[in-house]
């Protein structure tokens, strides 16, 4: 087969390009590493890397993610010492930010937190502090302040459990396809923060040699949704469940915004602003437009409050069963809701199980169905892109639902918006539209002449009420 030259040549500039940023990574690790030295001679008396250095001067708010960094290096670098030479340790750095595969990063971070790395296994207990400290990161660094959830071991739980499923260990490979099926986004905060402290970490080290060592994250969005809180809090869905979604979803749901402009001069400007788009994405706004326990629990109330609103969402769905295990799944839906006999939908909508486990259940296009008023097909909201088996099935009284073939009282409802200000801003326009529309159509007033004639008065003869005032009204 001939490959034409425009290929050829696209071939050869993405690769260009890729050089050119492996140079540039490599060139801008080189003064931490330099630094890292320089205080773990002057400290520790040593001629390289020190973990001591290492976690007090490059990750001090984080010690168990310096710890399994700095042994991961080190058991690469085949270190006969405690200590990590200045030439293994700058490779070994400049491996970990030549990383542009999605899949490598994840494989890399879950080695990294095995407990044994030569058996290749990894237990829940090391998954579990792996995504605590992904979780951490993004916490610190939400972008209206350092964020805490009471939940957050419940949804840890849900996740470990479902790589897990109670068996004490599994391969590498198994965790890592898992997490690439499930959740593939969730390590990349991790690999994300390295990369930026790696890179610029010696600006701060400069300017503190002489004073306390602290950390700075100016600049670093994690790219965490924003749960805009109207009326009481509600917790179906937490901030650390969206932080889980959110890592899940495709990009359509959590779509950041453009992050700021970056001014630097110098030759350096092309390595910042490379690595502003690798760590700094202002995240979107995630809208509340439903809440069965603020609104009322009915297909009517849902209806009033989604429809009209075009833009991605995401439908709540908690329910308990008569033995006490409760679910939580979330309906997520990349275009705007609609009521018809026919499945609809793109190839981003998806379905996930929140709690007690976590899974991305299904992806696929025509798997959404909602209908509350078309006679003669199958009435509620349903989901699964089998129309004859749905996966999940809620009534048309919004009162109980069906998923994976077990029935459930439906408890509670919520929806949110996944998408930019103004889609929530027309919606509300619509409203406000539609009640004004409906006061002018109950205040028309119609004259005798015109009522002989009209619709209704017949509809009210054949309801046996012949008797009516002719007079207008």
Known sequence: ???????????????????????????????????????SQK???????????????????????????YRYIHKLGKCKNKHIPLATFRHQCERILAILDDNAIIDTYVRMFCTDPEEASVTPDDLRSLLYVSYK????????????????????????????????????????????????????????????????RHRELESQLESSPGES??????????????????????????????????????????????????????????????????????????SSNEHGLGANRFLHHTLAYRGPTLVVVAGSAEGGESVTVVVASSQEWRETHQYWGGPDCALLQLYPTYSLVERAPRMLYLNTSIRGYPKGLRAGSDPRAPILSINEGFDA?????????????????????????????????????????????????????????????MAGRPQYNTTAS
């Open 1 to 39: 087969m001939v490959v034409p030259a425009n290929v050829t040549h696209l071939r050869f500039t993405i690769v260009g390009i890729q050089v050119r940023n492996l140079k540039k990574k490599k060139t801008c690790v080189k003064p931490t590493c330099k630094l890292l030295v320089q205080r």
């Open 43 to 69: 400290e520790d008396g040593v001629n390289g890397v020190t973990e001591n250095s290492f976690t007090k001067y490059l990750f001090p708010r984080y010690p168990e993610l310096a710890r399994q960094f």
């Open 137 to 200: 990161l993004s916490m610190d660094y939400y972008p209206e302040g350092p964020q805490t959830c009471m939940l957050i071991n419940k949804t840890l739980t849900a996740v470990v459990g479902g790589c897990f499923n109670k068996a004490d260990s599994h391969s590498v490979n198994f965790v890592v396809r898992w997490l690439e099926e499930h959740c593939h986004r969730l390590v990349f905060p991790v690999h994300r923060y390295c990369v930026h402290l790696l890179a610029t």
């Open 217 to 290: 994250g100016t600049g670093i969005e994690l790219a965490t949704p924003v749960l805009d809180r109207v009326g009481p809090t509600v917790a179906l869905l937490p901030v650390s469940a969206a932080w889980l979604v959110a890592a899940t979803l495709p990009q359509v749901y959590t779509r950041p915004l453009k992050p700021p402009p970056v001014a630097h001069s110098g030759s350096n400007s092309a390595s910042a602003a490379w690595m502003s788009r690798l760590v700094c994405a202002l995240p979107s706004h995630w809208v509340p437009l439903y």
């Open 401 to 461: 639902f069906t998923f994976k073939g077990v029935p459930y009282p439906l408890k509670a409802i919520e929806v949110w918006g996944c998408g930019d200000c103004a889609l929530r801003e027309s919606q509300l326009d619509v409203k406000k539209w539609q009640v004004k529309e409906a006061e002018r159509h109950r205040n028309v007033k119609i004259s005798a002449a015109d009522w002989i004639e009209h619709p209704d008065r017949y509809l009210l003869e």
